[in-house]
């Protein structure tokens, strides 16, 4: 056998085995593992996570989709805005964690406590960005 072909037979072998693996787990109803860390988390995982109602999300996404695109790091020139929520000041979110400026889970945190307490959920306000394209 040609060193390629003994290659592509160990390859295929190893891609079968964990195929298989998987199958049997999930047939006894098993736990998959996850190669993704918590910190690899995107952030609107990390918000679908927290939020629980999937109303509530996909109201909590739709402001987030606008106003940062889900970049934690989002800032806007003109009024210094920052984060996924674009809190203004900023430094607001410093009274969700002092890691703030680079935890998606803490903005996300804040930013739904502003939501709450100021409109009373995600999905009103999203009414009122609807409404004004700001909230």
């Not at 996404?61 to 106003?67: D, L, M, Y």
Request: charged letters at 15%; proline letters at 4%.
């Amino acid at each position: 056998m040609t060193r390629s072909l003994i290659s592509r037979f160990a390859t295929r072998r190893t891609k079968n085995a964990a195929v298989g693996t998987a199958v049997l787990l999930g047939s006894v109803g098993g736990v998959f593992a996850s190669t993704t860390s918590a910190a690899a988390a995107t952030p609107q995982m990390i918000a679908k996570q927290m939020i629980g109602n999937s109303a509530q999300f996909q109201c909590f996404h739709n402001i987030v989709s606008r106003e940062s695109s889900w970049n934690p790091h989002a800032t806007n020139a003109s009024s210094g805005a920052y984060g996924l929520v674009q809190a203004l000041p900023a430094s607001k979110m410093a009274s969700a964690g002092a890691d703030w400026k680079t935890n998606p889970k803490t903005q996300i945190k804040w930013g739904l406590n502003y939501m709450n307490s100021r409109y009373g959920s995600p999905c009103d306000a999203w009414k009122f960005w609807q409404k004004n394209n700001w909230y």
